[in-house]
């Protein structure tokens, strides 16, 4: 027979369970301590930096040194940080967190982001711009994904300072349109009135997949007077 000491300790360790559940890996739920467990981190799909464009990570034909990507976007940003590729599983930890409010993947989704931009910085930006969404769209989602992404890097950089500027326009996905629809979607979209001037930028957005939208604003930033754009991103959709 069970001693209640026994019985108390076991009744106690099954409450603790209940109460308090052990962490687990957002994707794949094995018990981990850290919000990805070391395999799912490992099995992540990581962008191939090799024979890629420097500035838009377009993979580029052997021994072929300008972009054709960059040539025909003519994009005014200097180089876009990304580690992974918009791909499984991350693609749907992502969308979860969009279109689903898994507002507790933020921690994970944040320290993967900051983890994958960090060694690429030998100082931080002067400032930091996250891609806004139209005021319609974050009344309806609660949150911008975006702030979201940057909750681990602002823990550890409180004094980075934030820009936070308008988009006026609801616009369509990018990808879905062709090249002149592209241009008239962004007209207009964005207004920055903040003085640029010789200024290291990063923009940041969760996901970019033509880098238009990245690119409009890259342009407002130099027409500010920025000296230096950077685009900060999880995932990189490439071809
Ligand atoms: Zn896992
Ligand atoms: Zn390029």
New binding site residues.
């Given amino acids: 027979m069970l001693s209640v000491t026994k019985l108390y300790r076991l009744l106690n360790n099954y409450l603790d369970k209940l109460i308090i559940p052990e962490p687990q890996c957002v994707l794949c739920t094995s018990v981990s301590q850290e919000a990805i467990c070391r395999d799912c981190y490992h099995a992540l799909v990581k962008l191939p930096l090799k024979s890629r464009?420097?500035?838009?990570?377009?993979a580029?034909p052997p021994k072929e040194i300008a972009?054709?990507?960059?040539?025909e976007h003519q994009?005014q940003f200097e180089r876009i940080i990304a580690s992974y590729s918009y791909a499984f599983p991350l693609d749907r930890v992502l969308q979860q967190l969009k279109y689903h409010e898994k507002i507790e993947y933020t921690t994970a989704l944040s320290q993967l982001f900051w983890s994958a931009i960090a060694p690429h910085l030998t100082k931080l930006p002067d400032a930091i711009i996250p891609v806004p969404l139209h005021h319609k769209k974050h009344k309806i989602r609660g949150f911008n994904q975006v702030h979201e992404l940057l909750r681990e890097f602002h823990q550890l950089n409180p004094q980075a300072p934030l820009l936070n500027i308008t988009r006026h326009k609801e616009t369509q996905p990018q990808a879905t349109l062709n090249r002149l629809q592209r241009a008239n979607n962004l007209a207009n979209a964005f207004e920055i009135t903040a003085d640029l001037r010789g200024k290291h930028i990063a923009l940041v957005d969760d996901v970019v997949t033509t880098g238009t939208t990245v690119n409009e604003l890259a342009k407002l930033c130099k027409q500010q007077g920025a000296a230096q754009v950077d685009v900060w991103c999880l995932m990189r959709a490439l071809e």
Avoid at 53 to 58: I, K, N, T, V
Wanted: with cysteine.
């Fill in positions: 464009c420097p500035r838009c990570l377009w580029l972009c054709s990507n960059c040539k994009f």
